[in-house]
């Protein structure tokens, strides 16, 4: 499906998404974990993202809060310090009155620049570890060092997905992860499952995560 076809997700607000504004947040369940997932952070990202979390089914235990669209007017990068004062300020105010102990953003990226988002080079280029290779062109990563530290405990679940734009596969894919994770009780129970799916991109994860805060 070419990224044009994919309808508008909010057909009966006309004039609703040149506004910039927020979709508003659903939350399923009730108790802990709280699980936060949030898309369509900047741009036209939505067009790939949006969808995925509107289609969500409520989970087996436990609270799942979803912003499907937070933010479509100018792009701005969530390396960028006042992206969640801004334009990801619904983040921010979910953050604070849920304090999840697992974060999920979904972001997405054209095939030509995959090389910008997975390559080794990230680091030293941008000082953010690069993305690993999931599957079906999804990308995993963490999410910005800007919110990491300050607006979550260490032993949250904070990851950062890139779906590839008009990839259907890709799209599923992401779907598939997000109903483990919805259903994920802690940060450990999720390593695990990675480490037997997906072990070299476990083991990564993990690196990095140290990487930031510090060995111990
Ligand atoms: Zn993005």
């Not at 070419?2 to 997700?9: L, N, V």
């Not at 004039?15 to 369509?40: C, Q, T, W």
């Not at 979904?106 to 690993?132: F, M, T």
Request: aromatic content about 10%; proline content about 6%.
């Amino acid at each position: 499906m070419k990224a044009d076809e994919i309808k508008d997700p909010f057909p009966n607000k006309s004039g609703y998404l040149d506004e910039h504004a927020y979709s508003g947040m659903k939350i399923y369940g009730n108790g802990r974990p709280i699980r936060l997932f949030v898309a369509g952070l900047h741009g036209d990202e939505w067009k790939d993202t949006t969808e995925i979390l509107e289609s969500i089914e409520p989970p087996k235990t436990g609270t799942l809060a979803l912003i499907p669209l937070v933010n479509n007017g100018k792009y701005v990068s969530t390396l960028e310090a006042d992206y969640y004062p801004e334009a990801g300020k619904q983040i921010l105010k979910a953050i604070e009155e849920l304090k999840p102990e697992i974060y999920i953003e979904l972001h997405s990226y054209s095939r030509e620049n995959i090389e910008k988002l997975a390559g080794k080079d990230r680091l030293d280029r941008i000082g953010v570890p690069a993305y690993s290779v999931l599957k079906e062109g999804v990308l995993l990563g963490s999410v910005s060092p800007l919110i990491r530290k300050k607006y979550f405990p260490k032993e949250a679940l904070c990851l950062s997905f890139e779906i590839q734009k008009g990839n259907i596969e890709s799209r599923k894919f992401t779907a598939l992860m997000l109903d483990i994770l919805k259903e994920t009780l802690s940060r450990d129970e999720f390593i695990e499952y990675l480490k037997k799916e997906f072990p070299a991109q476990a083991e990564k994860a993990i690196d990095d995560y140290r990487r930031f805060y510090g060995e111990t």
